[in-house]
């Protein structure tokens, strides 16, 4: 019922910044009623938790991202925002957009980042 297009990765220099963008649609989807994440997997690393913004508009951010992150959430474009701050090469993986909105839950098919030294 979901579709989501995640955008915005490319290389960037160690300390620069990126935004990435995951555009979700559906006939029946409704950005305010879903809860979003973004995910990382790095090579030979398990997928993990990068921030999450709730319906309500909470947000958790993993430990890692020490107050360089922000996630935001435009519901009336059904667009999620990672704004990604003072990046360091440790970042450099494949960002996944996932969406939780019961009963389904749907992951976008990512967009590389990469941070160089």
């Known amino acids: 019922q979901v579709h989501l297009v995640e955008s915005g990765g490319g290389m960037v220099q160690a300390g620069g910044s990126l935004r990435l963008s995951c555009a979700a649609s559906g006939r029946t989807f409704s950005l305010s009623r879903s809860a979003i994440g973004w995910y990382r997997q790095a090579p030979g690393k398990q997928r993990e938790l990068v921030a999450r913004i709730t319906t309500a508009g909470s947000t958790n951010y993993a430990d890692f991202v020490n107050g360089r992150f922000t996630i935001s959430r435009d519901n009336a474009q059904n667009t999620v925002y990672l704004q990604m701050n003072s990046l360091n090469p440790e970042d450099t993986a494949v960002y996944y957009c996932?969406?939780?909105?019961?009963?389904?839950?749907?992951w976008g098919q990512g967009t590389q980042v990469t941070v160089s030294s």
């Open positions: 996932k969406s939780d909105s019961f009963p389904f839950t749907t």
